[in-house]
């Protein structure tokens, strides 16, 4: 139980396109989900907390007119980086929990951005 | 603010001995800690968490300390194996517990 895809695994645009990234939990129903972005060696860093049906929070530095978070429903939220380039380029990961705090929360398998 | 450190060299040990990593925090006493394990173009995976009342958990070969004194866990895989080869993240809830903070991890490699 408790998992949490990622679509897609690996995507490659050209700069000044959207890419839209999927993040599900399969089986449960998640009331927060947080993307994160990670950087190779280093840690994941917070990108936004969203709750469904709500607007998402966004961590300090995170343009949220860039990376636009969408949580319509209980087992869905999309992240979608507007008009892309090459520095946002990254290995981009979801997580899910099923309650506010992050006590348990199940992190998708990532998704490989990378931006011509 | 609050830190997590981890040791970002690599950790190499031969197959069967154990493993300890650490993780070393300041500025902040978390009501509990979180260990996962990441392979290379995957996304973590939760493996234990301890909380601050609990000195010790175990789970099968993995035993992770918590010393609030210290501001120190230890992790430690025993009779290791090469499948235990993968980036070991700690990780600790902020005030508040609706955010987690995470260390950059510290990269095992059992060889056989």
């Known amino acids: 139980g408790a998992v949490v895809s990622q679509h897609p695994s690996r995507v490659i645009c050209k700069s000044g396109t959207s890419v839209k990234i999927e993040c599900r939990s399969l089986?449960?129903?998640?009331?927060?989900m947080f993307w994160y972005r990670q950087f190779p060696k280093k840690s994941l860093m917070l990108m936004a907390t969203?709750?469904?049906?709500?607007?998402?929070?966004?961590e300090q530095g995170v343009e949220k007119d860039k990376f636009l978070i969408n949580h319509a429903s209980l087992t869905l939220s999309t992240l979608t980086v507007t008009s892309a380039h090459p520095e946002d380029s990254s290995f981009y990961i979801c997580s899910a929990s099923p309650a506010p705090n992050t006590d348990t929360q199940y992190f998708g398998p990532g998704t490989r951005l990378t931006v011509l | 603010s609050q830190k997590i450190e981890q040791n970002s060299e690599a950790l190499n040990i031969q197959e069967g001995k154990t493993a300890t990593l650490t993780c070393n925090y300041t500025?902040?006493?978390?009501?509990?800690l979180q260990w996962y394990r990441q392979d290379p173009g995957r996304g973590p995976v939760f493996l234990l968490l301890?909380?601050?009342?609990?000195k010790e958990k175990r789970k099968e070969r993995l035993k992770v300390t918590f010393d609030t004194t210290l501001k120190q866990s230890l992790f430690h895989i025993t009779a290791s194996q090469p499948a235990d080869s993968a980036t070991y993240l700690c990780a600790f809830p902020n005030t508040g517990g609706f955010k987690t903070i995470f260390g950059a991890g510290t990269r095992l490699f059992v060889k056989a």
């Open positions: 301890i909380r601050e009342n609990e």
């Open positions: 500025n902040y006493s978390p009501a509990y």
């Open positions: 089986d449960f129903q998640a009331t927060t």
């Open positions: 969203s709750n469904e049906g709500s607007k998402a929070t966004y």
